[in-house]
Structure formats: structure tokens, C-alpha cells
């Protein structure tokens, strides 16, 4: 769907309002009483997610599949390091549903572009991948919910209507000519 003019202007639209500067020029305002959180902050979203590059497509993506996920590469006493963006058709969310708090996910490499590790099945748990979702549907969780989910099914009978106007017009090109033969 994201081929379509239309479609993909609607997903470009919401990523430019979503990521739009403020008066100031920042993407995000950092508002805490203790400066060292705002430097800790400041660091996190501005180096190392680095925000102003990234964000942009990550909000297009979480309006176009409803998820969004992150792989986070952790170091003890440092904290996040780097992050890793995860295809959603790749990544399963597994909830205990006996311990609601118990979360963790399974990753299909062979989605990825990337290589974290070996090319396998992967499990990862709660506080290493960030999975950000839109949740205006509580049928789609523990998944979020496409902003392009209501025009999925008018998008389909538009592809089926061209392409059978297509195949109607091949099939009496034939029928349409005139030949002439002088006897």
C-alpha cells in the first residue's frame, strides 16, 4: 500500500506533524529539576537514537505497520548504547498470561537487513527491545493497529478492479482491429 501516491503522502503527512520542531528548533524539550537527568536525556535521545535523523522514519513506520521496534544494546553501568530497528513482520510479542509483567520477544532474523547475531530465531526479553505501538484498537493487541488499516480493503479492490480492467483490455485488443486484404 505504501506504493500508492495517496497512501504514502497520508504516511509522509503523519510523520511531518508528528516530528515537527518546536519555536526553538528542538524535535523534544527536556524539562527536568535535576540537570543531570537532562544531560543523561539529552545524551540518550540526541546521540545515541540520535532523534533528529531517525525519528522521522520510525514514526512513519509505527503509522504504517502500527509497531515499531528497537533493539537495544545495553552495557551495565553505561546504559543504551546503540539501538537496532526490528522489521515487524519479524518480531513476535509473548505475554504471560498468568504474569502480565512477563514479556519477551521472538525475532526472525530473516526479516532483517541487519545482523545481530546469528541468522536464527532469537529471543530477547522485556527491557531489550522497545516495541512502540499504536493502541487505538484493543482487537489488534498485543499489537498495535495501522493508521492505514480501514483503506486496506478498499486498496485491495482497487488493485483487483485495475488489474482486471487490465487483463479486459488485452484480451480485446485483438477484437478491435481492422484488417484489410485487397483481393
Known amino acids: ?32 529539576n535535576k ?4 544531560d543523561s536525556l539529552h545524551n540518550l535521545f540526541y546521540d ?25 544494546d ?7 548504547t546503540n539501538v537496532i530497528p526490528l522489521s515487524p513482520y519479524g518480531v513476535e510479542r509473548d505475554e504471560n498470561p498468568t504474569n502480565p509483567d512477563e514479556v519477551f520477544f ?3 532474523e530473516s526479516y532483517s537487513i541487519y545482523t545481530i547475531g546469528s541468522r536464527e530465531r532469537q529471543f530477547f526479553k522485556d527491557y531489550e527491545v522497545a516495541h512502540f505501538r499504536l493502541l487505538s484498537d484493543s482487537n489488534f493487541l498485543p499489537y498495535g493497529k495501522s493508521m492505514l488499516e480501514a483503506a486496506r480493503k478498499v486498496w485491495k479492490q482497487l488493485t483487483l478492479m485495475e488489474d482486471a480492467m487490465l487483463i479486459h483490455r488485452v484480451m480485446r485488443a485483438p477484437e478491435k482491429r481492422v484488417f484489410k486484404i485487397d483481393v
Open 1 to 32: 500500500m505504501d506504493s500508492d501516491p495517496i497512501l504514502s503522502s497520508a504516511l509522509d503527512i503523519y510523520a511531518d506533524e508528528a516530528s515537527m520542531r518546536n519555536e526553538y528548533g528542538e524535535i523534544l524539550d527536556i524539562k527536568s
Open 74 to 80: 545495553i552495557v551495565e553501568n553505561i546504559g543504551v
Open 106 to 108: 521472538r525475532y526472525d
Open 48 to 72: 545515541v537514537l540520535n532523534i533528529e535523523f531517525n525519528l522521522w522514519t520510525w514514526i512513519r513506520n509505527i503509522a504504517k505497520y502500527g509497531d515499531m521496534y528497537l533493539k537495544l
Open 35 to 38: 540537570q543531570e537527568i537532562n
